[in-house]
């Protein structure tokens, strides 16, 4: 290949501590050459500082907001094909090459499916329902695939949105295509679960979006999150 089959785009805000596992897993599961983008939103603990010592991929630094670092990572990526993933999440072995299956198959985007890294049982469901290709059982922790010129012509992630960034642009996407469910799974940490406990932080996140689905704004969005989650 003469340019990098996948971009893959990582979105970061102090996480000094999932980079240096991130990157190995990272290199062990991949099959072809890829770039690596790291979006840092001005991390405070070194993550970026980190990341300038190290070889094989690219870093910058923008304000804070995933939906703004990921619009940035995708218009520095060279590849035809984007890949967006959280620091705190690992793809399965040879995730570029069961994406690069789904886009042979005519797919503009999709998604793997999510195994929360926690015995609790209300995690373990949540994981389950992750298979069934429904908008509402998406999410940004199931890592999000996306041909570049799609992407383009949905302008990208919608920057009003701070939190329900990814739910936003997948409902958009579910609107124009077939969204593509593939039956491997990414396993993501469940420390946000941990912070705010399981059961209080699931009440928030479905009250979130329930008033997205309603129609609040992005703003309100922001407040209800600001105010309820760590």
């Known amino acids: 290949m003469n340019k ?7 979105p970061i805000l102090n996480e000094i501590d999932q980079l240096e596992g991130l990157l190995t897993a990272l290199k062990k599961n991949m099959i072809f050459e890829n770039e690596i983008i790291f979006v840092d939103g001005g991390s405070s603990d070194g993550s970026y500082e980190f990341l300038r010592k190290k070889e094989d991929y690219s870093v910058i630094q923008t304000k ?4 703004r670092q990921q619009n940035l990572g995708a218009e520095m990526a060279s590849s035809d094909f984007l890949y967006f993933i959280h620091a705190d999440t690992i793809p399965p072995y040879g995730f570029d090459k069961i994406i690069y299956e789904a886009f042979k198959q005519g797919f503009k985007a999709g998604s793997f499916r999510l195994k929360f890294l926690s015995s609790h049982l209300s995690l373990q469901l949540a994981s389950f329902a992750s298979r069934f290709n429904n908008r509402f059982c998406r999410g940004g922790d199931q890592s999000l695939f996306i041909k570049k010129k799609f992407f383009e012509s949905l302008e990208g992630f919608n920057e009003e949105y701070l939190v329900c960034e990814d739910g936003e642009l997948i409902d958009r996407i579910y609107k124009e295509t077939l969204f593509c469910v593939l039956p491997k799974e990414v396993k993501t940490s469940a420390r946000r679960f941990e912070d705010n406990g399981v059961f209080r932080l699931q009440f928030h996140f479905f009250m979130i979006h329930l008033l997205r689905y309603v129609g609040r704004s992005p703003t309100t969005l922001n407040q209800y999150y600001s105010n309820f989650v760590k």
Do not use: V
């Open 4 to 10: 990098p089959y996948l971009s893959i785009i990582i």
């Open 64 to 67: 804070k907001g995933r939906a």
